[in-house]
């Protein structure tokens, strides 16, 4: 039997505001536990929420980025649940009518096939909402108890709902980069997910392929990083078939992913929103945002990505897939434009730089474990290459030649002159011209008659012999295509 998977995502984006979202207390990072705790938090007697006004603004900001309806009128919950990490029993969030609805974001899913480009897919969000985060349990070093740390407690969240229209894992990884990289190009969230600023609950289930109605589906809580959302989905999409499969069914519950076991295991049986009582929060009044307060966030936005990505096909001739990719986040479309103010032919260039960035940078910011602010070769020095290749000075495997030793001695100072003096430092300049390539090319149709004779019968594998052989004697550095054009003229 063929199954289809179908994946939701739950986006949790804590907001970077000055204090918590319902009391004034600090929320910084690290701090000793509880030691960031308020009366407000803790639900004392006497004590009342105040909404953060930043925190609206950072929803609003983001409700604008997406194309959703931000709502004029939106209302406080309470979420009850009996866990300690919320000593007063409740949560504040929102249920029936959140301050974000609906909205798209494009994301673009890694071909298959190496060398094929993205896939493109439109994806739809059903809400983002306020609410307030949990504190956490600390099993470790207690003596077989655990510990409540509450500094985490009232910090203001963004949880952000995806329709259940993700096909794959590689498919929810491209959504949960995507979304990643808007929330931080917009400013309302540091993006940290090993300090838990930005978390991931797969909604995972299986039907079999034509069927409409969603299967069972099952809750992975808490992933904190994109290679364990990646295989938590694999695991539970290989679970769930071979439990169906075997005769078994699939119970609604909430896992965990076991990083070191590569699996999932249940945590407790999924709650449904009746389970949790919502009930409007007598503590708080509806949040009203009137259009003037809408258009004031509007207007203190930067460039957006969208807007980014139709000027960079519009005015440079890039593709959807290249466009798309580049502004993936904000340091990756700064890097671009710095490296593009460095050209000076950028709409005829930006292709060649678009191809460099996507392909040798970020493989070898892959290989480092580095983010693109991070990079040891400049955008000025890597735009440097592009010129090089551009008037002829380096082929491509010179430019790659020149690109890793840069990588290996940097970060250094300097643009595109670091360059030039880097390939006249290790004679680097492509061999090119009638007079300097004819003779090489002499000598190896002198050297190579089998290779010529075949060549003239009819087997076009002798020429790439021949060019491979041309390229050898001139240690790399010949015109690739000077040398296909003049062989081919000697050869008649």
Not at 174 to 195: F, K, S
Request: a negative charge; one cysteine or more.
């Amino acid at each position: 039997m063929q199954w289809e998977v179908v994946i939701g995502l739950e986006v949790h984006a804590q907001l970077l505001t000055r204090s918590k979202i319902f009391s004034g207390a600090s929320t910084r990072f690290g701090a000793e536990p509880n030691t960031q705790a308020c009366p407000v938090d803790l639900g004392l007697p006497g004590t009342l929420p105040v909404l953060n006004r930043q925190a609206v603004e950072h929803a609003i900001r983001f409700g604008l980025a997406i194309g959703a309806q931000v709502a004029p009128v939106s209302i406080f919950a309470r979420k009850n649940y009996f866990y300690p990490d919320l000593p007063k029993g409740y949560q504040i969030s929102q249920y029936e009518q959140p301050v974000v609805l609906g909205g798209t974001l494009d994301i673009a899913v890694p071909a298959e096939k190496a060398g094929d480009p993205p896939r493109i897919r439109t994806i739809n969000l059903t809400r983002a909402h306020l609410e307030e985060d949990a504190g956490k349990s600390l099993h470790e070093d207690f003596a077989g108890m655990s510990g409540i740390d509450l500094n985490r407690a009232g910090t203001p969240l963004l949880e952000i709902v995806s329709e259940p229209e993700l096909r794959s894992a590689a498919e929810a990884v491209a959504y949960a980069r995507a979304l990643h990289g808007l929330v931080t190009w917009l400013g309302i969230c540091d993006g940290n997910m090993q300090e838990g600023s930005f978390r991931v609950d797969a909604n995972v289930s299986v039907r079999p392929l034509g069927q409409k109605e969603f299967g069972t589906r099952a809750e992975i809580k808490n992933l904190n990083s994109f290679r364990f959302l990646e295989r938590a989905i694999q695991f539970e999409v290989r679970r769930q078939i071979e439990l169906i499969e075997d005769g078994g069914r699939v119970v609604q519950e909430t896992r965990l992913y076991d990083p070191d076991a590569d699996e999932t295991r249940s945590m407790r049986t999924k709650e449904d929103a009746d389970d949790y009582r919502y009930f409007p929060e007598p503590d708080l009044p509806p949040l009203v945002i009137d259009p003037a307060q809408i258009e004031a966030v509007r207007n203190d936005m930067p460039e957006l990505p969208s807007t980014k990505r139709a000027r960079y096909q519009d005015e440079l001739g890039l593709p959807q897939a290249d466009a798309l990719t580049l502004t993936s986040s904000l340091a990756s479309a700064q890097f671009f434009e710095a490296a593009l103010a460095a050209l000076p032919d950028a709409a005829a260039q930006a292709k060649t730089l678009a191809n460099w960035m996507m392909g040798e940078l970020a493989a070898q910011l892959n290989r480092d474990g580095l983010d693109i602010a991070d990079s040891k070769v400049s955008a000025p020095q890597l735009a440097g290459l592009v010129i090089r290749i551009a008037d002829g000075t380096l082929s491509g495997k010179l430019a790659r030649e020149v690109f890793h030793t840069l990588w290996a001695e940097g970060p250094v100072q300097g643009g595109p002159e670091v360059v030039d003096a880097l390939i006249d430092r290790q004679g680097l300049r492509q061999i090119s011209g009638d007079d300097v390539l004819g003779p090489i090319i002499d000598q190896v149709l002198a050297n190579n008659a089998k290779s010529v004779d075949e060549y003239r019968a009819g087997k076009e594998k002798a020429f790439n012999a021949l060019v491979g052989q041309v390229m050898k004697l001139s240690k790399g550095k010949a015109n690739p295509q000077q040398v296909n054009e003049l062989l081919k003229k000697k050869l008649g």
